[in-house]
Nanobody, 122 residues
């Protein structure tokens, strides 16, 4: 069974940095795209950043210049390096994978992680 396991969330002061990691476990041939979404308290889930298998990235306007998404295809892992964090960045962050091809040639169209909480506060 393929699962997404997130790590790296926690408490950080405004202006600080944090790096999130998400690894897809199981025997996987490839993943078309991986990304990060977040859901602030009382708000809807929103896209933070995505990256394709070929390295094409897309960011939400609110995080451009502050966050950097990257992936290691060999490790089936995606990262989100967050800098200049502000209280508005406080949210549950969810890892997402689309177009997951498994070892038996089956496909998972979309997978979600359980989420990791990022709290930005002094």
């Amino acid at each position: 069974q393929v699962q997404l396991v997130e790590s790296g969330g926690g408490l950080v002061q405004p202006g600080g940095s944090l790096r999130l990691s998400c690894a897809a476990s199981g025997t996987i041939i490839w993943i078309n795209a991986m990304g990060w979404y977040r859901q602030p308290p009382g708000k809807e889930r929103e896209l933070v950043a995505v990256i394709t298998n070929g390295g094409i990235t897309n960011y939400a306007d609110s995080v451009k210049g502050r966050f950097t998404i990257s992936r290691d295809n060999a490790k089936n892992t995606v990262y989100l390096q967050m800098t200049s964090l502000q209280p508005e960045d406080t949210a549950d962050y969810y890892c997402n994978a689309k177009g997951v091809r498994r070892d038996n040639s089956d496909w998972d169209p979309e997978l979600w992680g359980q989420g990791t909480l990022v709290t930005v506060s002094s």
